[in-house]
């Protein structure tokens, strides 16, 4: 039941997301290194060490999308 | 001490395989558009010089690591990291602090340490180096999605892990939505300094000889990742994430232990070492369950503000152990000028403690199924202050600075405290320094 | 999903065109002042095999493709290719640092309120637009990939190998 429930919740979020957004031609901004979802990767490696070393969880953070949205 | 430090890192050691793998994955994934002077320049290898220091004589680590990526035109890329780090000074064996001196064994049986009376025990006799290495590659697939692979590998005295993880992201909507997916996999070996210790036996005295035991165990954990990045506009993008984690093995710190104590005063209950000197008192070595299902909702948003980039996240973790957290983290790219950048950054952790975390145990009562005094799983709040600066130059490198203040301060849950604990039970609070020096250039 | 691989229908292709045509004068005419009104007008290119690139400065793939239609251009100019540049920057300093790095040998149309590639019906960066002699859409191609340089380049040589109308 629940995991039909986040399904069902994965697909509306993928469907509503059908027209928020911007057109290829907009993304200068999102294009930029320090808009990247990975731009401090080596500081978040880094924190996430010394934090998993020193509390009780630690991850989550993935990767992919956003930018320039190019090819 | 070194194996403390990476004891808990190792319940979570594939949580930092993928983070760490999938971070370089996320290097060598998002494209960049700093056009540096050279712009065939094919390796962008960022590094980073890393202190880390805690208050008093507790923990010090001092970190090298480099992360590059290489570009094979068309997105094709590969990441590597490298980190070498060495630790030394004392952290918390897990025993209370007691009215009097305490004596206990070092882990590898051959020599003692002490603590003065009224302090949290701490164990200095670990120094460690350890050397971690990861791998990723990613590459298109067909128009819209992206595979990508990597493996991780690291290695210290006691402990040795090796990862593997894949991905796959797709994209929807003229490329405003991508899903992204990830598995990793992670096999851990533990060598513990002293041998595997029996659940809940006792710290005993020195041993001449030195003799481990030698035994090893092993660890598995398998993480899955599922996310959407939705780009809100022009100026925004937000980042859902929900990940899985499963934990299995030996999941024990196998240093840690619990002070056994009086069940009406809450004092430390004395022992005489035998012929060879050792502890002083009862010590349980802890136990932990063997395994460990967590599952966390992470969320990020990022938002351009006229060229000033904050960036917001939350994540929620809860599992088995009944370790539920809360994590609250916040930065701000301020741009000076045109080529230098400040960046503050505010963190804020909150965690439950796990169900078999104890203060101690009491002498004369059942042993639990499960306990651990390790402060890492106890009720906690933590807070990171912190700020950067970086400054790119005309080659297009870039060299920062980064310097910041954590501090951690736990509390023992009200009904693990006996007798006169509950007055001045202590937790061994803590507050650390980070100070980084990073470049960032093209090969 | 729409496609892009056939293209707008025939008939929707001749009036776009017509429109983009219109729109460039109308523009034109109705705003003398600084605002770079994107002035493009095929029907000027009449005969000739029309390649039109929707490029920005912070798009990667564009700053590999512009090196490659400058070849192309030099190429095949004399057997009549005309490429013509759209560059979608909002902002137009960031097209022109770029330019000073990438040096384009074509011709340059700046439509930084991007109502050209809304016309086209641009899907992704870098967005190319291939006409031909008889004013045509017979092919349009998403973003730039380096395996693909030389179909590309065959398909145009097959353009320009038909005659002038």
Same mark, same amino acid.
Not at chain 2, 185 to 213: C, N
Not at chain 2, 290 to 310: C, P, T
Not at chain 2, 358 to 377: I, T
């Given at each position: ?71 | ?30 494209? #960049? ?195 959407? #990045? ?214 | ?165």
């Amino acid at each position: 039941m629940r995991r039909t429930c986040l399904a069902l919740l994965a697909a509306s979020l993928l469907a509503g997301c059908a027209n928020v957004g911007v057109k290829p031609w907009e993304r200068d901004v999102l294009a930029r290194d320090d808009m990247q979802l990975d731009s401090n990767a080596l500081d978040a490696a880094i924190d996430d060490h010394i934090y998993f070393s020193k509390e009780g969880t630690s991850g989550g953070r993935g990767f992919g999308g956003g930018g320039c949205g190019c090819n | 001490m070194r194996v403390q430090l990476i004891m808990a890192d190792k319940d979570l050691k594939i949580g930092a395989a993928l983070t760490a793998a999938t971070c370089s994955l996320l290097g060598i994934a998002a494209p #960049t558009t700093a056009f540096a002077a050279d712009p065939d320049a094919k390796w962008d290898v960022d590094s980073a010089l890393l202190y880390y220091g805690e208050s008093d004589s507790r923990v010090k680590d001092l970190s090298l690591g480099t992360h590059a990526t290489r570009d094979f035109g068309d997105e094709r890329k590969l990441g590597l990291d490298l980190t070498v780090d060495s630790l030394t000074g004392a952290s918390p064996n897990g025993a209370a602090a007691s009215g009097g001196a305490q004596t206990f064994t070092s882990p590898s049986g051959r020599d003692v340490y002490s603590t003065p009376a009224g302090k949290v025990p701490l164990d200095d006799t670990f120094h460690d180096t350890r050397v971690a290495l990861n791998a990723g590659w990613s590459q298109p697939f067909a128009r819209l999605y992206t595979v990508s692979a990597g493996l991780g590998f690291s290695n210290e005295y006691d402990y040795q892990h090796l990862g593997a993880n894949v991905g796959l992201t797709r994209d929807f909507n003229e490329r405003n939505t991508t899903l992204s997916t990830a598995l990793a996999y992670g096999q851990d070996t533990v060598k513990p300094v002293g041998g595997i210790r029996t659940p809940f036996s006792l710290m005993g005295d020195v041993t001449g000889d030195g003799d481990d035991g030698g035994g090893s165990v092993h660890k598995n954990v398998l993480d899955a990742l599922l996310g959407i #990045t939705q780009v809100l506009g022009r100026h925004s993008v937000l980042r859902l994430n929900y990940s899985y984690s499963d934990s299995s093995g030996y999941l024990t710190d196998p240093y840690k232990l619990l002070s056994v104590v009086d069940p009406v005063t809450g004092e430390l209950v004395a022992r005489t070492p035998g012929g060879a000197p050792g502890a002083t008192g009862l010590y349980r070595y802890e136990n932990r369950p063997d395994s460990r299902r967590k599952q966390a909702v992470y969320a990020e948003l990022r938002q351009d503000f006229s060229g000033k980039v904050l960036q917001i996240g939350y994540r929620y973790s809860t599992d088995d152990w009944e370790v539920d957290s809360h994590t609250l983290e916040s930065r701000l790219r301020w741009p000076l000028g045109e080529t230098s950048y400040l960046e503050p950054h505010v963190r804020y952790y909150t965690q439950t403690a796990a169900s078999f975390y104890r203060y101690s145990l009491a002498s004369g009562e059942p042993l639990p199924e499960f306990a651990s005094a390790d402060a890492r799983l106890a009720d906690l709040d933590a807070y990171t202050l912190g700020i950067k600066f970086g400054h790119v130059a005309p080659s297009g490198n870039e060299w920062s600075a980064r310097l910041e203040f954590y501090q951690q301060k736990s509390k023992p849950p009200a009904e693990t405290l006996i007798g006169t604990q509950i007055g001045h039970a202590q937790m061994p609070d803590f507050n650390a320094v980070i100070l980084q020096f990073g470049y960032r250039f093209k090969l | 999903m729409r496609l892009l691989a056939g293209g707008p229908r025939p008939l929707l292709r001749r009036w776009m065109s017509l429109l983009v045509v219109v729109a460039g004068l109308a523009m034109a005419v109705g705003r003398p002042a600084a605002a770079a009104a994107p002035a493009l007008d095929l029907a000027a290119y009449r005969g000739k095999v029309v390649v039109v690139d929707f490029w920005a400065s912070w798009c990667k793939p564009c700053r590999q493709s512009i090196p490659w239609l400058n070849e192309m251009r030099s190429r095949y100019a004399g057997r009549g290719l005309v490429i013509v540049g759209v560059n979608v920057d909002a902002e137009r300093a960031a097209a022109d640092r770029f330019l000073h790095q990438v040096p384009v040998d074509f011709e340059l149309v700046f439509d930084p309120e991007g109502s050209l590639a809304t016309r086209f019906g641009v899907k992704g960066m870098p967005s190319t637009f291939v006409f031909d002699r008889d004013g045509k859409l017979v092919d349009t191609h998403l973003g730039f990939r380096a395996t693909q340089k030389t179909a590309r380049e065959e398909s145009l040589q097959r353009l320009l190998s038909t005659s002038a109308p």
